[in-house]
Every structure is written in structure tokens, then in C-alpha cells.
């Protein structure tokens, strides 16, 4: 029998990874303040479909469901792809569970994993409900959600995450809502899809704002990063306040719909602390403003549609 040599046990326990991630932890990676950006495209969405007499309940539940679930899949695969690339290593802003040793990359893998499963299990039903060929757009929104920052060559580097948060939160989660509820897509439809599309990448383009100092080291070339800060802070400028300017050819058709300019303020308030420069752990309440200003905007815009 060798003999185990004197301090083995204690270089063993000082290497071999703590993963202590508690349930709070887990939540926090899956990063509630971007659950706006899911919910708020079925809401308007489902307002747009009222607008034509369409709108389904169940429908719109299963399309909760499957926004829900792909936002919480990113969340967790950004987490696992970018802590084993080391890319999270020196950020600001929430935990990763990867990066900081919270979790086994494996695990948080999984999670991803296990949350596009839930997309797709109901986002077959909803094919089933209305359209089959649904089932391939409902892959392609997985394929997006976990090449983002996963595989050898994901496009998030290349500067093209807020092109697909554009498409898949805004154009196909508004329109893909309406559709599957009242078998229809509208102008109204487009409209409100520009304005959750807009703002929704412009969350996406604040959290990439804050991060160019150690993106631009990584070699994570992101939108952001490709502009420089000054032209990103106009762009960002420009994409939060494009809701309320849907809201006025909106109110074409619902004159109610002017009372989605309340939530306004809350957009003015994000946009000043970009502009006035804010840097990184200052940037991250503007993710939580832009967060409520979508989905106030949503749920009024939603109301005045159905009543229109």
C-alpha cells in the first residue's frame, strides 16, 4: 500500500472547486431583469391580436411560456459560454455562476438546456394549436438563443446580438403572438414589434456598453465595441425611445394608445444616465428602467389596442 504523502489531503481540498451556488444565486443568473424583454412582446402582442377580435388566453399563455423559458435558456447558456471562455472573468454587473465558480460548467449547461426544452414543449403545443411550420421557426429561436455566445464562432462576438434581439424578442415574439391567436399578422402588429424589438435590443446594447473595457480585451467584438462608446450611447438613445414613436401610428388606430407615452419618463431617466456618461456598475439600473419602461409601454399599448 503507498503511503499518502504528508499535506496530499490539504492540496487537495484547497484545488478541488467549491461549487455553493444557492437557489438565489441561481435566480440571480438567471437575470429576472431582462424577463421584461419576454413578457412584454406576448402582452402587446396579444393586444395586437385582440385589435382583430383574436385574441386566445390559452394561446397567449403557451406564448409566455415559451418566451419565458428561451430568455431564462440564454441567460444560463451566456453564463456557461462565456465563463469557459473566460470572457466573464473580470466584469461588472450580476454573478455568473461559471466564472465565479459558483456552479459546475456542466450543470449550468444543463439548465440552459433544460429551460429550451420547456420552449419547445410549448412552443409545439402552440404549433400544434395553429400552424406547424411554427415548429421550425421555434427551432431556429433556440438555435439563435444558444449561439449567441455557445459554438466556435458565435455571432454575439461579431456584433449581431442586438440585430437577433431585434428579430427573435421583437419581430417573431410580437408577430408570432398575434399569428398564433388570431391566425393573422398586422400593420398594428408590426408597429408594436419595431417598438418591443428597438427597446429590447436597446437593454441588450446597455449591459455591452458597460462591458467594453473587458469585452475589448477578451476579443468579444460586440456592437458596442465595434461603434466605440460615444456612437453606441446615440444608438441606445435612439432604440429606447423608438416605442413612443410607434405610439403616435399607433394612435391612428386606438387613440388610447397615446397612454403608453406614461411610461416616457422612465425611458427619459434611462437615456439621460447613458448620455451623461454613466460607466459600468452605474449602467446596470438602466437595464431595471428600461426593463419597466417596455413593459408599461407594453401593457398600456396591449389595453388600448384590445379596445380599439
Known amino acids: 500500500m503507498t503511503p499518502t504523502p504528508p499535506g496530499a489531503g490539504m492540496m487537495e481540498t484547497m484545488t478541488a472547486p467549491n461549487y455553493s451556488a444557492t437557489a438565489q444565486d441561481w435566480l440571480q443568473a438567471a437575470r429576472p431583469h431582462t ?22 388566453l390559452g394561446r397567449a ?32 454587473g450580476p454573478t455568473r455562476l461559471t466564472a465565479s465558480g459558483l456552479a459546475a460548467p456542466a450543470r449550468v449547461k444543463s439548465a440552459a438546456f433544460v429551460a429550451f426544452f420547456v420552449a419547445a414543449v410549448a412552443g409545439a403545443i402552440l404549433a400544434v394549436m395553429s400552424a406547424w411550420w411554427l415548429i421550425v421557426v421555434g427551432a431556429a429561436c433556440i438555435a439563435a438563443a444558444w449561439f449567441y455566445t455557445g459554438g466556435k464562432n458565435p455571432y454575439g462576438y461579431q456584433g449581431l446580438g442586438e440585430a437577433a434581439v431585434f428579430v427573435f424578442f421583437g419581430l417573431v415574439a410580437v ?15 408590426f408597429a408594436a414589434a419595431f417598438a418591443i424589438g428597438s427597446i429590447s435590443a436597446a437593454v441588450n446594447l446597455a449591459n455591452n ?26 444608438l441606445f438613445t435612439l432604440l429606447t425611445l423608438a416605442p413612443f414613436i410607434a405610439t403616435l401610428f399607433l394612435a391612428l388606430v386606438s387613440l388610447p394608445a397615446l397612454a403608453a407615452l406614461i411610461a416616457l419618463p422612465l425611458a427619459v431617466a434611462s437615456v439621460l444616465k447613458v448620455l451623461r456618461g454613466a460607466t459600468g456598475a452605474a ?20 389595453v388600448a389596442l384590445a379596445f380599439a
Do not use: C
Open 175 to 189: 408577430l408570432g403572438t398575434e399569428f398564433t391567436q388570431s391566425g393573422v399578422v398586422s400593420w398594428t402588429g
Open 61 to 92: 399563455f403557451l406564448a409566455l411560456i415559451v418566451a419565458w423559458a428561451l430568455i431564462i435558456g440564454v441567460n444560463y447558456a451566456n453564463d456557461y459560454s462565456d465563463g469557459i471562455r473566460g470572457t466573464d472573468d473580470d466584469r461588472t
Open 283 to 302: 449602467l446596470i439600473p438602466v437595464l431595471g428602467l428600461n426593463g419597466r419602461a417596455m413593459l408599461v409601454w407594453a401593457v398600456v399599448t396591449a
Open 35 to 56: 424577463w421584461a424583454n419576454a413578457f412584454a412582446p406576448v402582452i402587446v402582442g396579444t393586444g395586437a391580436a385582440a385589435s382583430n377580435n383574436g385574441a386566445h
Open 209 to 234: 456598453i458597460r462591458d467594453i473595457p473587458t469585452d475589448s480585451v477578451a476579443g468579444k467584438h460586440t456592437l458596442a465595441v465595434r461603434l466605440g462608446d460615444a456612437r453606441a450611447r446615440r
